[in-house]
């Protein structure tokens, strides 16, 4: 009883400190990005109802970890820092989010609340790092985000429209923040091109219906 007695303070006293006991890492801070709320004055307004699924992504960047690159053949991944949620999922988020902010569609959700859907979009998440030079050292890196996007028409489930929207975004230094804003800056840029080439596709889809021989 008196051991554990003597133990108590000292634990007190290194959490109070700021410090981590042997085998508990300190949580990893956690970042989010934001969805795109500006959009050109000429969308269309859309009446179909489009539900949008989680992007594929392969297995290094279909996670919560915050992606980087030094050589075209390597990933890895920043320290002590995450994602709120894992890439796919979180852009899934924020792709709802970007069209709901266009004020021009009818109805859009994620693809797991069960509504009725006239078109579905399916997209590939292919880039999402932060890349550095090889070359020039202590350059800061340029956020790469590269996402292909197809707008499948129900209940056919043909494809109608297929675009890929890339965006490279040089970071202002190499200080985390500055990073964290050119990953903001660059999906924003792609989320922008494609809401809109969605909403121009699916409004043309609703005045022509599928194409023929799908």
Not at 119 to 138: G, H, P
């Given at each position: 009883?008196?051991?554990?007695?003597?133990?108590?303070?000292?634990?007190?006293?290194?959490?109070?400190?700021?410090?981590?006991?042997?085998?508990f890492a300190p949580p990893p801070k956690l970042y989010t990005?934001?969805?795109?709320?500006?959009?050109?004055?000429?969308?269309?307004?859309v009446r179909a109802q489009i539900l949008i699924e989680p992007?594929?992504?392969?297995?290094?960047?279909?996670?919560?970890?915050?992606?980087?690159?030094?050589?075209?053949?390597?990933?890895?991944?920043?320290?002590?820092?995450?994602?709120?949620?894992?890439?796919?999922?979180?852009?899934?988020?924020?792709?709802?989010?970007?069209?709901?902010?266009?004020?021009?569609?009818?109805?859009?959700?994620?693809?797991?609340?069960?509504?009725?859907?006239?078109?579905?979009?399916?997209?590939?998440?292919?880039?999402?790092?932060?890349?550095?030079?090889?070359v020039v050292d202590n350059a800061p890196p340029r956020v790469?985000?590269?996402?292909?996007?197809?707008?499948?028409?129900?209940?056919?489930?043909?494809?109608?429209?297929?675009?890929?929207?890339?965006?490279?975004?040089?970071?202002?230094?190499?200080?985390?923040?500055?990073?964290?804003?050119?990953?903001?800056?660059?999906?924003?840029?792609?989320?922008?091109?494609?809401?809109?080439?969605?909403?121009?596709?699916?409004?043309?889809?609703?005045?022509?219906?599928?194409?023929?021989?799908?």
């Amino acid at each position: 009883m008196r051991r554990a007695l003597l133990i108590l303070p000292v634990l007190a006293t290194l959490l109070a400190g700021g410090c981590s006991l042997p085998g508990f890492a300190p949580p990893p801070k956690l970042y989010t990005l934001t969805p795109k709320n500006t959009f050109t004055d000429s969308l269309p307004a859309v009446r179909a109802q489009i539900l949008i699924e989680p992007p594929v992504a392969a297995a290094g960047i279909d996670t919560a970890r915050i992606a980087l690159s030094r050589a075209v053949t390597s990933l890895d991944y920043f320290a002590d820092v995450a994602w709120t949620d894992r890439a796919p999922a979180m852009i899934q988020t924020l792709m709802v989010e970007s069209f709901e902010n266009s004020g021009k569609i009818i109805s859009v959700g994620r693809d797991t609340i069960g509504l009725r859907s006239d078109i579905i979009l399916k997209s590939e998440l292919r880039e999402f790092q932060a890349e550095y030079d090889t070359v020039v050292d202590n350059a800061p890196p340029r956020v790469h985000v590269r996402i292909n996007a197809k707008l499948v028409a129900m209940p056919r489930r043909s494809i109608e429209a297929s675009k890929t929207f890339e965006q490279l975004e040089p970071a202002r230094s190499g200080g985390f923040d500055d990073i964290i804003t050119a990953y903001d800056e660059a999906l924003g840029k792609v989320l922008r091109r494609l809401v809109e080439w969605s909403l121009a596709e699916a409004a043309k889809l609703g005045r022509e219906g599928p194409r023929q021989g799908s």
